[in-house]
């Protein structure tokens, strides 16, 4: 039988921040739709953990129903040492731990999705894109992300990004606001 208990889960347990001696950053791929009862278990244990989530509207019939849903589905990102993966795999949630080769970038696109999804504006999911140019808000409420632009005719929608995941949103911004770091180009 369904439950219309929601889990109250918060986004970020812990901070953004590199690792630290043992412990090391991992993507989790989670069953589906098990991310939200997977960050309570984390929580609980105290693990540092990041969910990023977005608020979602649904109406049925006289009333409006507001609830969060995780932004990239079947992924949550958490720092741990090697030895509490056995301890994270008893949640019964886990499919696969996914390896983080390159911390400082995963880091830096976890940041950007934080910052982004804190402002409270609504975002909208996206392809992920390799190629395009990079560019970094330097005003307005988005100042500081880096993401990037598909079409120069229009340099108003902003792909922000997790790259070990191949997942992304867009964004709106003045393309006044913006400034370009470089050309990406696909590595092959």
Request: glycine share 4%; proline share 7%.
């Given at each position: 039988?369904?439950?219309?208990?929601?889990?109250?889960i918060?986004?970020?347990?812990?901070?953004?921040?590199?690792?630290?001696?043992?412990?090391?950053?991992?993507?989790?791929?989670?069953?589906?739709?098990?991310?939200?009862?997977?960050?309570?278990?984390?929580?609980?244990r105290?693990f540092?953990?990041?969910?990023?989530l977005?608020?979602?509207?649904?109406?049925?019939?006289?009333?409006?129903?507001?609830?969060?849903?995780?932004?990239?589905?079947?992924?949550?990102?958490?720092?741990?040492?090697?030895?509490?993966?056995s301890?994270l795999?008893?949640?019964?949630?886990?499919?696969?731990?996914?390896?983080?080769?390159?911390?400082?970038?995963l880091?830096?696109?976890l940041?950007?999705?934080?910052?982004?999804?804190?402002?409270?504006?609504?975002?909208?999911?996206h392809?992920?894109?390799?190629?395009?140019y990079?560019v970094?808000?330097?005003?307005?409420?988005?100042?500081?992300?880096?993401?990037?632009?598909?079409?120069?005719?229009?340099?108003?929608?902003v792909?922000?990004?997790?790259h070990?995941?191949?997942?992304?949103?867009?964004?709106?911004?003045?393309?006044?606001?913006?400034?370009?770091?470089?050309?990406?180009?696909?590595?092959?």
């Amino acid at each position: 039988m369904p439950s219309n208990n929601q889990l109250d889960i918060h986004q970020l347990n812990g901070g953004l921040n590199p690792s630290e001696a043992d412990d090391k950053w991992f993507v989790i791929h989670t069953k589906p739709r098990w991310e939200k009862k997977f960050a309570d278990y984390c929580y609980k244990r105290e693990f540092n953990y990041y969910l990023p989530l977005q608020k979602s509207v649904k109406q049925y019939d006289k009333r409006q129903v507001i609830f969060t849903k995780p932004l990239f589905p079947g992924y949550i990102f958490v720092k741990c040492t090697v030895d509490d993966k056995s301890i994270l795999l008893r949640s019964g949630s886990i499919v696969r731990f996914i390896k983080v080769p390159d911390e400082r970038e995963l880091l830096h696109d976890l940041n950007n999705i934080y910052n982004t999804l804190s402002l409270d504006i609504p975002v909208v999911p996206h392809a992920y894109v390799k190629e395009g140019y990079t560019v970094k808000i330097t005003k307005g409420p988005y100042v500081g992300i880096e993401g990037i632009v598909l079409d120069t005719a229009n340099p108003s929608e902003v792909i922000v990004g997790i790259h070990l995941i191949q997942q992304a949103i867009c964004i709106q911004v003045d393309p006044t606001e913006m400034e370009l770091v470089s050309r990406t180009k696909p590595e092959y």
